[in-house]
Each structure stands twice: as structure tokens, then as C-alpha cells.
């Protein structure tokens, strides 16, 4: 008998669907394991407005497979205009956060934010309506060097932002690096963080050593090794609570990831929950691994647990060299190879 490993179905936490036949290509992936999914604001242009993200909503039911009860959960984009009566107008009609992108920091930032302590009474807004800040952790300053962009941020963004909004909730994304994970480990329980699936699985040599893999770069990009340890011990450690799943699946067509100058962005929809379960297998920590997938982002989002179920099983899969992205393909994480480990029901 194979290892099984039941968990209530999860979430994910930090999602890129695109749109249009792009979005058809990747839905159903993600509808078949997680329950429910927080949508990234990045399209082009950015879903700023609470229309933009009602009517984006609207696609995306439209674009889910038949008698799939998949819940996406809306974000809108923060902009150098964004007010506080559009933080209220956002807590009525339900979005669940706002993402602060940097200007110039990863794939369709150009609308973002150029100063976030020019927003002040937009975060206290937020902090007072409880609507988290999610954030693309990197500071953009071209004398910084790209591997060293998340730890600036933490001292340049972060601590300036929670020591003028205290009680303001910060999800940190996709962190890289031993500095973001002990920060949020030592911060107060309104700041977590996502961690991907590529960030523990991987680290710099699997981006660059033997020819370069245009299909491992991502933004924050791939790191050291001792950092990837660090996330390992942070998802699975005595401060896992702050911890949850995100993919930060981002797909791109093959090429415009292959070519001089590729996207930054990882497409692992197609096998999160078995690519996490690698990383908690490889820790000595797959008891860990339910309340990272399933109930730590529910619990820092005020959401209810969901009562469904998913059941890995140690039974190896070979992932398709390559899927269907509209008109053009699309290349998965593990693309051509083997992953430990199968989803059998959800
Ligand atoms: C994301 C994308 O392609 O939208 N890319 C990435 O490398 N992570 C944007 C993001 O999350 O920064
Ligand atoms: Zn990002
Ligand atoms: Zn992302």
C-alpha cells in the first residue's frame, strides 16, 4: 500500500490567472485542488477599481469548469491614486486585500505604487477595515543588487510601514530569503507570508548552472541554498502558523520565456499540492504540511476552514513536457519529469 496522506482541501493564497483564453487553459487546474484561490491584480491594464474586479470575478465563474464550487477571491491593485473611500467601497463589495507592486518590480508593475508612505491614510484605511496589504517584497532601486531586493525591502518598506500602521495585516509574498522569513517569524501575528512551491524545491543552480532555465526564473528570483533551508525550517518550524501556501503559479507562453529577454514567472498549478508535499517530505515534516496548505491562510484571513478533503498518494506521475495556453503552449514546473507524489481525489 502506497503512503496516503488525507488533508482538508486547500487554499491558494497568492494565484495568477491572466484572462481570456489564458485564463481557460489554467483554471481548471487550480479548481480541481484548491477550494479556494486570492487572484492577483496584475492584468493588463491592472484590476484597480472594484468594478474591474467584479467584472474580472465574472470571467472567472464564467471560465470554471461545469459543477466546480472553485471560490476566487478578488484583489484590487494598488495605485498611487487609491483613496480610502475606495478601500471602504472595497470592503463592502468583498474583496479580500490589496497588493502593493513596487513600480517596476515583476511582470505588469508599471501601474504600481512609486512611494507607499505617501499612502498613509489608504493603509490606515485599510488597517481600520481589516483588508490585509499583500505585498510584492522588493525593493526596485537599480543600485540594489536583484539578489539582495527582498532584505532591503524588509528595512526600506516594511518596518517604516508597520511602525506608522501597526495593526495594518501584511501578507509578505512569495518570500526568498533566511531575512524575510525571520522577520516575519519575529513580527506580530498581523504579518505572514506565502512561500511557493519553486522557492522550496529549488535554489540559484537550479536557475543558472548547465545553461540557463529560462522556466525556473521568477521574481523574487531563485536563491542560495542556505535560503531555501530557511524556508523549509520556517513552513515547518516552531513559527509554521505564519506560514502558508501561494503558489505564485504565473503562467507564460513558452516564448516569452524563452528568449533574450524572458517574463519572470513559475506555472505550477497543474501539481502544487503534490510539488508542496516534495518540499514537507524532504523536511521530515509532511504532519506539517495540512495546516500550511489548509488552514493557516484561511485562519489569517478570517475564513472559514473548508470542510472538503484531498488525498495524496506516494505514487510517482510524469508531468507533461508541455500544456495548451490558447493559441500558444504553456511549460510546467517539472515539465517532462517525475513528482513524488499524486492528488487522487478532490
Ligand atoms: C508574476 C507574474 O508573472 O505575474 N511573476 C513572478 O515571477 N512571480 C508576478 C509576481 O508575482 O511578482
Ligand atoms: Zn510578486
Ligand atoms: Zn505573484
Redesign the pocket.
Known amino acids: 500500500m502506497p503512503q496516503t496522506l488525507v488533508l482538508p482541501q486547500p487554499d491558494d493564497m497568492?494565484l495568477?490567472l491572466r484572462d481570456g483564453d489564458a485564463l481557460k487553459a489554467v483554471l481548471p487546474f487550480t479548481a480541481k485542488q484548491m477550494a479556494r484561490a486570492i487572484i492577483?491584480p496584475?492584468l493588463k491594464p491592472p484590476v484597480v477599481r472594484v468594478a474591474d474586479a467584479l467584472a474580472y470575478r465574472q470571467r472567472i465563474q464564467a471560465a470554471l469548469p461545469e459543477g466546480s464550487d472553485f471560490q476566487p477571491l478578488m484583489t484590487l491593485y494598488l495605485t498611487d491614486r487609491t483613496t480610502p473611500d475606495w478601500v471602504h467601497e472595497a470592503k463592502s463589495a468583498g474583496i479580500i486585500a490589496f497588493k502593493l507592486?513596487p513600480a517596476g518590480?515583476?511582470?505588469?508593475?508599471d501601474a504600481g505604487v512609486t512611494n507607499i508612505l505617501l499612502l498613509l491614510p489608504t493603509l490606515h484605511a485599510m488597517s481600520e477595515a481589516g483588508l490585509p496589504l499583500l505585498v510584492?517584497g522588493e525593493v526596485t532601486d537599480s543600485n540594489i543588487d536583484i539578489f539582495d531586493r527582498e532584505a532591503a525591502f524588509i528595512e526600506r518598506v516594511l518596518k517604516p510601514i508597520i511602525k506608522q500602521v501597526p495593526q495594518l495585516k501584511i501578507v509578505f509574498?512569495?518570500i526568498t530569503t533566511a531575512e524575510a522569513a525571520k522577520f516575519v517569524e519575529n513580527a506580530s501575528d498581523n504579518i505572514a507570508a506565502t512561500v511557493t512551491p519553486q522557492h522550496l524545491l529549488l535554489n540559484r543552480n537550479d536557475l543558472l548552472v548547465g545553461g540557463i532555465r529560462p522556466h525556473h526564473?521568477?521574481?523574487p528570483v531563485l536563491k542560495r541554498e542556505s535560503h531555501r533551508q530557511a524556508l523549509l525550517t520556517a513552513v515547518t518550524g516552531k513559527f509554521a502558523h505564519k506560514f502558508f501556501l501561494g503558489t505564485?503559479s504565473?503562467p507564460?507562453s513558452q516564448h516569452t520565456k524563452e528568449c533574450a529577454c524572458g517574463?519572470?514567472?513559475?506555472f505550477s498549478a497543474h501539481a502544487a499540492l503534490e510539488l508542496y508535499a516534495e518540499a514537507f517530505e524532504q523536511a521530515g515534516a509532511l504532519d506539517k504540511l495540512a495546516a500550511f496548505a489548509s488552514q493557516n491562510g484561511a485562519r489569517f484571513y478570517g475564513l472559514p476552514q473548508n470542510s472538503g478533503t484531498i488525498t495524496l498518494v506516494k505514487q510517482t506521475q510524469t508531468i507533461p513536457p508541455c500544456f495548451n495556453f490558447g493559441t500558444e503552449s504553456l511549460i510546467p514546473m517539472r515539465a517532462g519529469e517525475e513528482i513524488a507524489w499524486s492528488v487522487v481525489s478532490a
Open positions: 497568492h495568477h492577483m496584475n507592486y518590480a515583476t511582470t505588469n508593475s510584492h509574498e512569495h526564473y521568477c521574481l505564485d504565473a507564460h517574463c519572470a514567472g513559475v
